[in-house]
Nanobody
Framework: QVQLVESGGGSVQAGGSLRLSCTAYGYIANIACMGWFRQAPGKEREGVAAVVTGGGSTYYDDSVKGRFTISQDSAKGTLYLQMNSLKPEDTAMYYC??????????????????WGQGTQVTVSS
């Protein structure tokens, strides 16, 4: 079992930056992949970025490429999402996700069994 706790959300103006953190507690040694997802009101949860544990492959949704960077500190069990050049359309609840098992890049929500409680990001124009 693992628990995920996100932090770092907030309200910023367009063009600003935020850094989200997700700390994993519990048996984290065999986490294979972690990702960030977001969900805006009335919309489905969508994948933003993902990384294979240990510095492997990364994934970014086209809407955030060049603006967001996913990284991790495996020793600390912490996942980060650096968000630059934020846009109003980035406004959403952001969730951290983790999955054990085979080491491959997971980009869809159904591929993850462990989720954090979410942290709100609001970008004003």
């Amino acid at each position: 079992q693992v628990q995920l706790v996100e932090s770092g959300g907030g309200s910023v103006q367009a063009g600003g930056s935020l850094r989200l953190s997700c700390t994993a507690y519990g048996y984290i040694a065999n986490i294979a992949c972690m990702g960030w997802f977001r969900q805006a009101p009335g919309k489905e949860r969508e994948g933003v970025a993902a990384v294979v544990t240990g510095g492997g492959s990364t994934y970014y949704d086209d809407s955030v490429k060049g603006r967001f960077t996913i990284s991790q500190d495996s020793a600390k069990g912490t996942l980060y999402l650096q968000m630059n050049s934020l846009k109003p359309e980035d406004t959403a609840m952001y969730y951290c996700a983790a999955q054990f098992g085979t080491w491959y890049l997971r980009t869809q929500a159904y591929e993850y069994n462990y989720w954090g409680q979410g942290t709100q990001v609001t970008v004003s124009s």
